[in-house]
């Protein structure tokens, strides 16, 4: 099974398989495109492919003639993909989207069969034999009050079916929607990490204050009325709930009926697989290890936070008070040369704020750890605390 969907060359195009490791994807021939194709007729961006919460959608290029096709069908709007759909660029460019789903058999076709005569003593074996039991104008008269009495019986059958509100089917997000919603959950995601170490310096107050920007920001957002904003937004006052109540703290009202609903994940994940984060992480430690002699704690896995903004697995904390500047310096450089983004929280001027309170009032025990890294296995997201 792959660990990331992938489109596959389909003969006669030739070259291996594309990871679909970024959101958008471009298929084109221009710079930045995740698939690039030097070919003629093959515009510098000709398609695009997004994740989005329910799956990988298609979008064509508006400009773009001809249209792509999937399964041999043109694609005038954004497409959701299925596994073993197979998207055509242009006559004789085609590729297969592998998700490493086991693809459904084909359903096996019912031999021909005889048509059989509708009458009513199929229908109805007694009343076919008191209406056939009839001679002349009172048997078709009877044959004719039932058929119509059965017409009436279906007529109203399907009347109260429409009268059944339906529930309307969500729109799919345009290019432009599906992006500014990626926006939106990423500033979301700023206000609720920072939230978390202001509600571990006991600073609940302030940390409230963020956790409740970061629900806002999707409450008001122009994209609020649409279905996925809402069980984003809900999910993120699930995620505030677990948190309280992972760290022992009452939780408050607003949150106190919410419950988390899994990762609210954003448009692209991640491009290193948990095991190989794993694994590069733990080379750091042992080269700390080896350097200073003593072990690189980490202090956080997990969390709910954790959990809801980047998956199981997928991020952890490192806040000890005591590491010299050397020691810093040279875990972040380690941690970026395997490829691990790092955030830094030391220098967040809301945080150092908040420090700078707590020493003035005397509540130094308050005043955070000193050292606040965040490393994930998320390498191309970029936030005002990434390292770069």
């Avoid at 122009?222 to 984003?232: F, I, K, Q, S, Y």
Wanted: net charge positive; proline share 7%.
């Amino acid at each position: 099974m792959t660990a990331r969907p992938c489109l596959e060359p389909i003969a006669p195009h030739r070259g291996g398989e594309a990871r679909l490791d970024a959101s958008p994807f471009w298929l084109g021939s221009g710079a930045g495109c995740g698939l690039r194709l030097h070919l003629p007729g093959i515009a510098a961006r000709h398609a695009a492919i997004l994740e989005r919460e329910d799956g990988f959608w298609l979008v064509p290029v508006r400009a773009v003639r001809p249209a792509p096709r999937v399964n041999g069908v043109p694609v005038a709007s954004e497409m959701r993909l299925r596994a073993g759909d197979v998207i055509e660029l242009l006559p004789g460019v085609s590729f297969r989207f592998a998700t490493g789903e086991q693809l459904a058999a084909p359903r096996a076709r019912r031999p021909p069969s005889r048509r059989r005569r509708l009458s009513w003593r199929r229908i109805c074996p007694r009343l076919g034999r008191r209406i056939g039991g009839g001679s002349g104008l009172l048997g078709r008269a009877g044959w004719i009050a039932s058929a119509l009495a059965l017409l009436l019986v279906l007529a109203a059958g399907a009347m109260l079916v429409r009268a059944i509100p339906a529930e309307p089917a969500a729109r799919p997000l345009s290019h432009e929607g599906a992006e500014h919603f990626d926006a939106l959950r990423l500033r979301s995601s700023e206000h609720v990490e920072r939230g978390t170490s202001l509600l571990e310096m006991g600073l609940a107050d302030a940390a409230l204050l963020e956790f409740a920007r970061a629900v806002n920001i999707l409450r008001t957002s122009r994209l609020r009325e649409h279905p996925a904003v809402g069980r984003t937004a809900a999910a993120l006052e699930g995620t505030v709930a677990a948190i309280y109540r992972s760290r022992r703290i009452p939780v408050p009202g607003r949150y106190a009926a919410a419950r988390p609903s899994g990762a609210l994940g954003t448009a692209m994940r991640g491009a290193i697989p948990r095991d190989e984060f794993a694994r590069r992480f733990a080379r750091v430690q042992q080269r700390f290890s080896a350097r200073f002699g003593r072990p690189l704690v980490v202090t956080g896995r997990d969390h709910p936070e954790h959990l809801s903004l980047y998956g199981a697995g997928s991020a952890l904390d490192l806040r000890v008070r005591d590491l010299s500047r050397e020691q810093v310096s040279f875990t972040v450089a380690a941690l970026r040369a395997e490829g691990i983004r790092v955030k830094d929280f030391s220098d967040d001027a809301v945080l150092r704020a908040q420090i700078r309170s707590a020493h003035a009032a005397g509540v130094s025990g308050r005043a955070g750890t000193g050292l606040h890294l965040h490393a994930d296995r998320f390498p191309d997201r970029h936030d005002r605390w990434t390292v770069p």
